[in-house]
Structure formats: C-alpha cells, structure tokens
C-alpha cells in the first residue's frame, strides 16, 4: 500500500469539463509533485511544491492548474483539457527539497484520466 | 545536461539473476535511484545509492555504481514472476533540481 493517496482512481472527463484530482500524504513531507506519465514513457514533472510553494512549473498549460492547501494535501485543477492530455496523473512527495537531504520520492498510485 | 539512459528491455527465466544497467551524463549526481512500477500502479522506491559509494546491497538487491564510467547497474537475486515491472534508473544533481528519469527497462521473468 502505498502511503501517498490519490483521488479519483479514474476520470474520464470532457473538453469542457472542470474537474479535480487530489492527492494527501501523512508523512510530514514537505515537498510535494505532480507528474504526468504517458504509456511506455517515464514520468514527466510538471509542478512541484515545497512548503506549501509553488517552486517549479515546467511550463505547463495554463489548463492545468495547481493547488496546495496545506502541507498533506495537492489538488491539480482541470479545465479546458484536450484528448491529448490523456494519461495518468502521478502525485509524490518527498522530506523536502533541501540539497543535504535524500530526494525519494514516494509516488500515489496515480489517476488515470481520459479527455474525450 | 542530464541525460539517463537504459536498455528497454530484459527477459530472464525464474530464479536467475537479473541485471539492470543505466548510464548517466551529469558528474555531478549525489544521489542515484532505482524505482519500480507494476501495471496499473505508481513508482516504488526500491533503494538508492549516494556518489560516494560503490555497491549497496539490500536483501535481493544489489546495486553497483560505477562514477568513473558513469555507469549504475541494479542486480536481482532469483528473479520471481513479482518482480515483472518497468524499472526506472533516476538520477539527482546537485542543487534543486528535480529527479531526471530513464526511459525504464521492462523486465519479464519467464515461468
């Protein structure tokens, strides 16, 4: 089991849908991630938080839209969203984003989300 | 740059020895990780290695790092059909960058 929680499993949505997907840790991580993962492919980061800011956006869409309303909980807001966005959402978190520290990422077991 | 690479796949025969390679670009990486994924389901941490060592060894599992080469290889004692997944080599550099991830190595293990 994994100890980061993502929600919903599965969503299937349209392009003029809005919808969220969620994520909570309890292990007083720090950081926090949203990764996209297409079939066959390795994760690709799109945002990442740490204490509770937004550090990093590899410049994604401004359909996807990041949130974290405390330090055990990420949400990623969807709007707007093309077929092509289709893949599965992997949240993780890690202690923190220090230089000192081991960066493991515990990863979600992901949301797996179909744009049609 | 930071670039990873691995071989895309692997098929061993249960209760062999698997050996997972990955090579590396950036020198000055503190930190190298093994993760795997099973259908359906996220990355798991299986262990990593800091730069400064050269072998670490986990149960099953041992994992080589060769800095001069650049080269990291993840070895599995008697492989199990459990153990069929993608294998993720990642690697961190130094500073706040994020994790930079292999393409995986899909590994079958034949009954």
Known sequence: ?116 | GEDVEQSLFLSVREGDSSVINCTYTDSSSTYLYWYKQEPGAGLQLLTYIFSNMDMKQDQRLTVLLNKKDKHLSLRIADTQTGDSAIYFCAEKVAGNTPLVFGKGTRLSVIA
């Open chain 1, 1 to 116: 089991d994994t100890e980061v929680t993502q929600t919903p499993k599965h969503l299937v949505m349209g392009m003029t849908n809005k919808k969220s997907l969620k994520c909570e840790q309890h292990m007083g991580h720090r950081a926090m991630y949203w990764y996209k993962q297409k079939a066959k492919k390795p994760p690709e980061l799109m945002f990442v938080y740490s204490y509770e800011k937004l550090s990093i956006n590899e410049s994604v869409p401004s359909r996807f839209s990041p949130e974290c309303p405390n330090s055990s909980l990420l949400n990623l807001h969807l709007h707007a969203l093309q077929p092509e966005d289709s893949a599965l959402y992997l949240c993780a978190s890690s202690q923190d984003r220090g230089r000192l520290v081991v960066q493991a990422l515990h990863f979600g077991n992901g949301t797996r989300l179909t744009v049609t």
